[in-house]
Nanobody, 116 residues
Framework: VQLVESGGGLVQAGGSLRLSCVASGDTFGIYVMGWYRQAQGKQRELVAS?????????NYADSVKGRFTISIDNAKNAITLQMNSLKSEDTAVYYC?????????WGQGTQVTVSS
């Protein structure tokens, strides 16, 4: 599975950004897609995930609940992360992830920088 991300950039604290990720290739069997982030010197962490299909069950890190919203377009194999009320601590490289039962794939990452 190939994952292509877009939408990162520089924004002031309190602002908004929208990240998009499109999956292509052998997308059959993907059961969850999500966004992870890795700040400099820190481990990669889950930001938000959503199950594919009609259920669309979401999961969020506590640090982003109420500010970020993940959504999915199953027909396009695409997910979007709407990020509002951004804080300086949201600065990181954001990675798209797609998981199957026995494998997972990552996008190349997109930088999000929030200036205070």
């Amino acid at each position: 599975v190939q994952l292509v991300e877009s939408g990162g950039g520089l924004v002031q604290a309190g602002g908004s950004l929208r990240l998009s990720c499109v999956a292509s290739g052998d997308t059959f069997g993907i059961y969850v897609m999500g966004w992870y982030r890795q700040a400099q010197g820190k481990q990669r962490e889950l930001v938000a995930s959503i199950t594919t299909g009609s259920a669309g069950i979401t999961n969020y890190a506590d640090s982003v609940k109420g500010r970020f919203t993940i959504s999915i377009d199953n027909a396009k194999n695409a997910i979007t992360l709407q990020m509002n009320s951004l804080k300086s601590e949201d600065t990181a490289v954001y990675y798209c992830n797609a998981r199957k039962a026995v494998s997972g794939d990552w996008g190349q990452g997109t930088q999000v920088t929030v200036s205070s």
